[in-house]
């Protein structure tokens, strides 16, 4: 009697511990996974690779020397100080007065295209 009451009361110890090393173990591996993952340099949009190419296409002259008489958005620190007013520029329906590139004269960026804009943003604007 005495005796299969130790072992019950050892046995009890024994899956207590299993039992915390278990919740332990979960909580570091819950961790892990429920972390958002962040976005590495290979699939995060970058300036000179993906932004500049767009601007140089759709929005020279007129925003890039030497031709330009507008409001310069030849370098990431321009492109990145103004972001918000030229996403919703690029962004309006090409018919909107302050839509851009300014009167049609290029064609329209695609939905694609203003995404990526909108994108780069929220990923904090990589160069
Ligand atoms: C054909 C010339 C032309 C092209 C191409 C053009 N723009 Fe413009 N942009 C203008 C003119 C003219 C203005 C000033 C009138 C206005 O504010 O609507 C302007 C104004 C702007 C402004 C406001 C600047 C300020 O003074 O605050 C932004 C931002 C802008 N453009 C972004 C762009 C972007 C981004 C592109 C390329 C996708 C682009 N533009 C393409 C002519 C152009």
């Not at 039992?19 to 962040?38: M, R, Y």
Request: proline share 7%; net charge positive.
């Amino acid at each position: 009697m005495k005796y299969n009451y130790l072992i019950s009361k050892s046995s009890l110890h024994f899956t207590l511990i299993i039992g915390l090393v278990f919740i332990v173990g979960s909580c570091k591996t819950q961790k892990t996974t429920v972390s958002t993952p962040e976005p590495t340099s290979e699939n995060k949009i970058s300036y000179e690779k993906e932004i500049l190419p767009i601007m140089k296409r759709s929005c020279t002259p007129c925003h890039f020397p030497e031709e330009g008489r507008k409001k310069m958005l030849d370098t990431y620190d321009a492109t990145s100080k103004n972001i918000h007013e030229i996403i919703e520029r690029i962004a309006l329906p090409a018919t909107d007065p302050d839509y851009m590139p300014f009167k049609s004269k290029k064609p329209a960026l695609s939905a694609e295209e203003v995404k990526l804009f909108k994108d780069w943003l929220a990923q904090g604007m990589s160069k």
